[in-house]
Antibody
């Protein structure tokens, strides 16, 4: 079974940091780019970031550039999203997505609130 | 960043209707566009990739067309399970960008 499972969401205060994880199974983790996409409550989808299959390059949406960092650990089949200087508008469900966009995680909710 | 303008924002349709949703890119993106269906509380599902290629397992009533800046998702003979929100996504250039979404509900 091919799966992506996110974890690490929760309630965090503004300007604090949080790290999300996404554990992959059932496919060759090293062969795919991996993305993060988020969705604020009741809103549309927003593409956030990608790390290429070999980790050679990363790209970000302007809204998170300089605050969020995407990384991965091939030995653990795990993708990460390090989020710093969080803002109220970062409140959303965060999805990890395999590079072909066929496989999505179930999402993890991040709430930024004082 | 490339802007994706999706329309309409919402529509009401009956079972059996033909539904058309459009996305317009702010610059040419070849055929580097996908369409996604999302139901409440669920992750999105890939329907169409490369503008017109049907993802495996997706019913043939879904079709996509377009190239350059103008793209269309068509649902022929709308079924009850098709009531959902639909998004386009350009994968031509980073940062990738989604359209704003089209909610399809029951008339």
């Amino acid at each position: 079974q091919v799966h992506l499972v996110e974890s690490g969401g929760g309630v965090v205060q503004p300007r604090r940091s949080l790290r999300l994880s996404c554990e992959a199974s059932g496919f060759s983790f090293r062969s795919f780019a991996l993305h993060w996409v988020r969705q604020a409550p009741g809103k549309g989808l927003e593409w956030l970031a990608v790390i290429l299959y070999d980790g050679s390059n990363r790209f970000y949406a302007d809204s998170v550039k300089g605050r969020f960092t995407v990384s991965k650990d091939d030995s653990k089949n795990t993708l990460y999203l390090q989020m710093s200087n969080l803002r109220l508008e970062d409140t959303a469900t965060y999805f990890c997505v395999r590079g072909d966009f066929e496989i999505w995680g179930q999402g993890t909710l991040v709430t930024v609130s004082s | 960043a490339i802007q994706m303008t999706q329309s309409p924002a919402s529509l009401s349709a009956s079972v059996g209707d033909r539904v058309t949703i459009t996305c317009r890119a702010s610059q040419g993106i070849r055929d580097d566009l996908g369409w996604y269906q999302q139901k409440p509380g669920k992750a999105p599902k890939l329907l169409i990739y490369a503008s017109s290629r049907l993802q495996s397992g997706v019913p043939s009533r879904f079709s996509g067309s377009g190239s350059g800046t103008d793209f269309t998702l068509t649902i022929n003979s709308l079924q009850p399970e098709d009531y959902a929100t639909y998004y386009c996504l350009q994968d031509y250039d980073y940062p990738w960008t989604f359209g704003q979404g089209t909610r399809v509900d029951i008339k």
